[in-house]
């Protein structure tokens, strides 16, 4: 087997190695004091996959990893014996070791202090402990390269660093303040399992996403013949239909068929003519042929029928088996989660238990790789903006242990995550304050919302609450993300906070991105679709109905007053229906509802979606595209849009990526610094790629001196440059009449005071290059424009 095979292998092995130990030392923390027989359970094995990783490690000669799988496999060891005990702050080392090996399986290089100081950690909670037993691999370490040093022994390790306990960041921790978080073991929750149940192990082949997903389209391909032959059935039994009405009509005049006849049988003169007989024969073949033709027709209706419906079963059957394989529990990311809450809480000091139910949900790859980032975002906002420090719980009559949830439940066709935390809410007058602030409305403006709408607004593009930066909340960057991630989707979110009593944000998604069931309405001589999840209410309505409330048209739909909106004057297409009864369609989009007007709405069909082009992407009102069984294109209208729109809530859409002559006048105008030629090339050809135009500077005092020749929209620097670092770009740049472009700071200093530093420098975004992801780049240019 080549090297590369291997390799491959073993990064295939060493992440369900790392996702097993992750998991196990949570579920450690989580267990009650006491509990040996499930702690040594755990321990035991976790000891075996450490011992497991160290070999697989070996094997393809990756020292660093069989060297931090080789203290681990024997602080376990100790661990059973009562040597070690797992503390949070050697949880805490375990966990920075995990992420050492994280890192170099997704191709991120190691800062070499960093990794000296994890070993070093590592080493001291093994200089103790006894040495392993016999059966255990005795082999000499490896040798590890730290900051240029060969480090074969652990003594080795441990010269090159600090011994001071700290985190990853070499800042020490205070064991007294900080408490981790109170993950309890009955408190994850199954929708239809009282507690969690390991399932059972089946032989699995792997098989990557693009590969389900090619199968997929080939599947949907079928559903499409499918919806084809659906239509040509249609139209068999149309010509049936027509040809039942031709022989009602022949039977009709056949008994004048057969008085003929039967005159010219007695009569048999020339003065009927030669042609009658030719007539009389037609006539009769005629009956023939029609009742066998009819026969014929019935047979291949019946036929048609029974093979669509073959047709209809096999390829609903299909699409569902591989629906399934795509399919994940909601499960598979709540390790990530339970980590990420548990560093965060211990790092501000709070405490929070962490629910979730709903575990056992099944959910397609894609969207719930898709909701990865917005969950997490939600979830640290729930530690930073929500939860409030233990003294101001106890002080205001809470349990000084905050509580977060998830909740997940499939509704139909649609699946339903709820993030609430009961933490300090969001007071709306704090947002109307930074709404204001951040000229966004003005103070006579936001006096005539509701606190509801004004709360709404936390998902403007750079709107943030919070005076005070942190590497938790950012920038106001995030909660936009969150909704445009949502949205495209084809999803919504909406929010509701009480003052004092908490926040839940509520995320509603597809099951299926493929497969859609839209309701079909015409406007003026176009037809349009709108997705069936989001319709309350269709049918006809007198316009007598209409009534006016607070300056604009109303109705009563289901009791409740609904703002009455024309569909055609939207979309700027002239509509024709002008009878009394008029046709509308109520649509509901996060917390609102909106009645519509339009010309017809004739029928509700499941469609196949495609994917539109980068020029349509960002298309106003426009979710994306579906074939028709006649294999005619039909525009799935975006509720969301139409909402805002016709409630004139509308939030502000990204810039268009891609150039659209027909919509904006120039390309999006990026200026990049950075002064490795390397970095530089690599960030202007995905900008590029992306429709950018893209100039370079390779120090900031070369950007500097661009400025007044360039109208840039944007800017992406690196900090650390010679000449003009980033900092003093940022500043002089906003301290000028250019303070208005936005600054992207994307630099590999990672350290929390640093990432402070930029944001306090005037920088927009902030990103590291360790965990640089092109997505993430494009969307934080968008959210910052």
């Given at each position: 087997m080549k090297d590369s095979e291997l390799l491959n292998i073993f990064w295939g092995e060493v992440t369900e190695y790392l996702e097993a130990l992750n998991k196990g030392l949570l579920q450690i923390e989580m267990l009650e004091t006491g509990d040996k027989t499930n702690f040594h359970n755990l321990v035991r094995e976790m000891n075996r996959v450490a011992h497991s990783m160290k070999g697989a490690a070996r094997a393809v000669n990756l020292g660093v990893i069989e060297a931090v799988s080789h203290y681990m496999e024997t602080v376990f060891e100790s661990a059973l014996k009562d040597a070690v005990e797992l503390t949070p702050d050697n949880c805490d080392t375990i966990y920075d070791g995990l992420d050492v090996i994280q890192n170099i399986c997704d191709g991120e290089e190691n800062d070499e202090e960093a990794l000296a100081t994890v070993l070093s950690r590592l080493e001291q909670m093994v200089a103790t402990a006894p040495a392993p037993d016999a059966t255990s691999d005795s082999r000499q370490m490896p040798v590890v390269h730290v900051n240029g040093n060969e480090a074969k022994s652990n003594q080795d390790t441990a010269d090159l660093v600090d011994d001071k306990p700290s985190d990853s960041n070499g800042t020490p921790r205070n064991t007294q303040t900080i408490r981790t978080t109170s993950l309890m073991t009955g408190q994850f929750k199954s929708a239809d399992m009282g507690t969690v149940a390991m399932r059972p192990v089946e032989e699995t082949v792997r098989i990557t996403v693009s590969k389900l997903d090619q199968l997929m389209a080939e599947a949907t391909e079928l559903l499409i013949a499918r919806m084809h032959g659906e239509e040509q059935h249609g139209e068999i039994r149309s010509l049936r239909q027509h040809h039942a009405k031709w022989q009602r009509e022949w039977r009709g005049v056949r008994a004048a068929y057969i008085r003929l006849v039967r005159r010219y049988q007695d009569n048999m003169d020339e003065e009927m003519g030669s042609e009658l007989p030719i007539i009389l024969r037609f006539l009769e073949s005629n009956q023939r042929y029609l009742s066998e033709a009819f026969r014929n027709l019935t047979q291949l209706d019946q036929s048609t029928a029974q093979y669509n419906m073959q047709l209809s079963t096999l390829a609903d059957q299909l699409q569902d088996d591989i629906s399934r394989m795509r399919m994940t529990p909601f499960e598979s990311v709540i390790g990530g989660f339970q980590r990420v809450l548990r560093d965060l809480a211990r790092d501000v000091g709070k405490q929070v238990q962490f629910d979730v139910i709903g575990l056992g949900v099944d959910i397609d790859k894609t969207v719930l790789d898709a909701l990865k980032d917005p969950l997490l975002h939600l979830l640290r906002n729930a530690v930073d903006h929500g939860v409030e420090m233990a003294s101001v719980r106890e002080a205001s009559g809470k349990s000084p242990?905050?509580?977060?949830?998830?909740?997940?439940?499939?509704?139909?066709?649609?699946?339903?995550?709820?993030?609430?935390?009961?933490?300090?809410?969001?007071?709306?007058?704090?947002?109307?304050?930074?709404?204001?602030?951040?000229?966004?409305?003005?103070?006579?403006?936001?006096?005539?919302?509701?606190?509801?709408?004004?709360?709404?607004?936390?998902?403007?593009?750079?709107?943030?609450?919070?005076?005070?930066?942190?590497?938790?909340?950012?920038?106001?960057?995030?909660?936009?993300?969150?909704?445009?991630?949502?949205?495209?989707?084809?999803?919504?979110?909406?929010?509701?906070?009480?003052?004092?009593?908490?926040?839940?944000?509520?995320?509603?998604?597809?099951?299926?991105?493929?497969?859609?069931?839209?309701?079909?309405?015409?406007?003026?001589?176009?037809?349009?679709?709108?997705?069936?999840?989001?319709?309350?209410?269709?049918?006809?309505?007198?316009?007598?109905?209409?009534?006016?409330?607070?300056?604009?048209?109303?109705?009563?739909?289901?009791?409740?007053?609904?703002?009455?909106?024309?569909?055609?004057?939207?979309?700027?297409?002239?509509?024709?229906?002008?009878?009394?009864l008029m046709k509308i369609v109520t649509l509901q989009a996060t917390d609102r509802a909106v009645t519509f007007e339009v010309d017809d709405l004739y029928s509700e069909q499941e469609l196949v979606l495609k994917p539109l082009g980068t020029e349509l992407a960002r298309a106003p009102y426009v979710a994306g595209a579906a074939l028709l069984g006649s294999g005619a294109v039909i525009v799935v209208l975006d509720v969301n849009d139409l909402v805002r729109q016709a409630t004139g809530t509308t939030l502000p859409r990204r810039r268009v990526l891609a150039t659209v002559p027909a919509i904006v006048e120039r390309r999006v105008r990026v200026l990049v610094v950075d002064d490795s030629i390397t970095t530089r090339t690599l960030e202007k050809n995905i900008l590029e790629t992306a429709g950018f135009e893209v100039h370079v500077a390779m120090d900031g005092l070369e950007a500097w001196r661009m400025l007044p020749e360039n109208d840039f929209d944007v800017v992406i620097s690196d900090v650390e440059m010679p000449n003009m670092n980033g900092l003093q770009l940022v500043t002089q740049i906003k301290s000028s009449q250019y303070r208005d472009i936005p600054i992207i700071l994307l630099t590999s200093l990672a350290k929390p005071e640093q990432r402070e530093a930029g944001l306090r420098a005037g920088a927009d975004a902030y990103l590291v290059k360790s965990r640089f992801d092109q997505g993430e780049l494009l969307d934080t240019i968008q959210s910052v424009m």
């Open positions: 242990v905050g509580h977060i949830q998830i909740i997940v439940e499939q509704r139909g066709s649609e699946i339903v995550i709820r993030v609430s935390d009961d933490g300090s809410g969001i007071d709306p007058n704090v947002v109307r304050v930074a709404i204001v602030k951040n000229n966004i409305l003005t103070e006579s403006e936001v006096a005539t919302l509701s606190d509801d709408d004004v709360r709404m607004y936390v998902f403007h593009p750079g709107l943030s609450t919070k005076e005070e930066l942190t590497t938790l909340s950012g920038r106001g960057l995030g909660m936009d993300i969150v909704r445009d991630r949502v949205e495209s989707l084809r999803g919504r979110v909406s929010l509701h906070s009480v003052i004092g009593e908490g926040t839940t944000t509520t995320i509603n998604v597809p099951v299926s991105l493929t497969r859609i069931r839209c309701v079909l309405i015409r406007l003026g001589e176009q037809n349009f679709a709108i997705p069936s999840a989001m319709v309350v209410r269709m049918g006809e309505i007198d316009r007598d109905e209409v009534f006016t409330a607070e300056g604009r048209e109303m109705l009563l739909i289901n009791e409740r007053p609904t703002p009455l909106a024309s569909l055609g004057s939207i979309l700027d297409i002239p509509m024709v229906n002008e009878n009394d």
